[in-house]
Each structure stands twice: as C-alpha cells, then as structure tokens.
C-alpha cells in the first residue's frame, strides 16, 4: 500500500525496472519518478527541483540518462529502467560508489544518485575520461555541497580502477 493507492488509476504502463517486469497503474500526467519513488518505492532518485534542472532524478531510461521528473510514466512504455538499486552488482557502479567514497565526493548525498548514474553512462561511452569529459557529463547533475572537484576525480579514478581490473568498454 503506498500514498497515492486512493487516486483514481488512469491506465496500465508496462515497464522493465531493474531487470524486473513492472506493470503499474499511472495518470496521464505522472512522471516516471513518481511511479518509481511512489508507486514502487525506489527511492534512489530524489525528487530535487522536480522541473528539469538538478538532476537529482537521473535515471538510466534504454541505456540512456534521464531525469525521470521530466518523462512521463505513460511516454516510457516498454522501456527498460535502471536505477542505483537495480545497478549494485554492476562493475562501473561498484568502481564509481568506491571511488566516491574514497574521495570524499559527497556531503548530504542527496544529488550522488544521480551523479553516479550519469558517471556510469559517460563511463561506458569514454572508459577513461579526462576531467573535462566529466565535467561535461556531469553539468546537467548539480550539487550545492561538493563544488565538483571531488566528484570529478572520484570519477576519473574510477575509469582508471576499471581499467586496470580490465572491463571492457
Ligand atoms: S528533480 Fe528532476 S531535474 Fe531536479
Ligand atoms: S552532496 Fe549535497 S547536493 Fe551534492
């Protein structure tokens, strides 16, 4: 049972959600982070802004990231969703979240969801990226604590631990 179970259901969307088949019900105007943090209560991505611009939401939408405050439920039909819970077994992740915490690249945390799911995408185009690569990657993803050059790094060393491990592009 979750907050909105009293809400009037306007149609079924079918979406693959970390791996799972998920079919749920959503109104026409809900976005795919509230069916992800309301309906099936993954919570990773957060609910910043909720019009576009921090990037708090990233989710990976068919490979790609998206910030799910933006894409509506109903436009992400048959799509394949990944979010930090459904990526924990994954080597860029599992590199990323390392290095993030051996650097230092969070205070609050609330924007490192999706920070690292925009670093695991630039890390599987650009195995190794230079800090403008990351800089680039990463200027839809805003944080008010770090200022950035932990995060930057903590990338970088995570393409070069990968690397090193040999996991492949
Ligand atoms: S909550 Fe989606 S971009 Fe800020
Ligand atoms: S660590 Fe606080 S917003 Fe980024």
Redesign the pocket.
């Known amino acids: 049972m979750n907050a909105f179970s009293t809400t009037p259901i306007a149609d079924r969307v079918c979406l693959q959600v970390n791996g799972e088949p998920a079919e749920i019900g959503a109104r026409l105007h809900d976005t795919l982070?509230t069916v992800l943090r309301d309906q099936l209560l993954l919570t990773a991505a957060?609910?910043?802004?909720?019009?576009?611009?921090?990037?708090?939401?990233t989710v990976s939408v068919d490979g790609v990231p998206m910030?799910?405050?933006?894409s509506l439920a109903h436009n992400c039909e048959s799509s394949d969703i990944l979010t930090l819970e459904g990526l924990q077994e994954d080597a860029r992740m599992q590199a990323l979240q390392h290095a993030f915490a051996e650097a230092g690249a969070f205070q609050c945390g609330f924007c490192t969801a999706g920070m690292l799911v925009s670093a695991r995408a630039l890390l599987e185009r650009v195995p190794e990226p230079v800090e403008a690569d990351v800089r680039a990657a990463l200027s839809g993803n805003l944080c008010r604590c770090t200022g950035y050059v932990k995060i930057a790094a903590a990338v970088q060393a995570a393409g070069r631990a990968l690397a090193a491990k040999g996991v492949d592009a």
Do not use: D, E, S, T
């Open positions: 982070l957060k609910r910043g802004c909720n019009q576009g611009v921090c990037g708090a939401c910030r799910a405050c933006l």
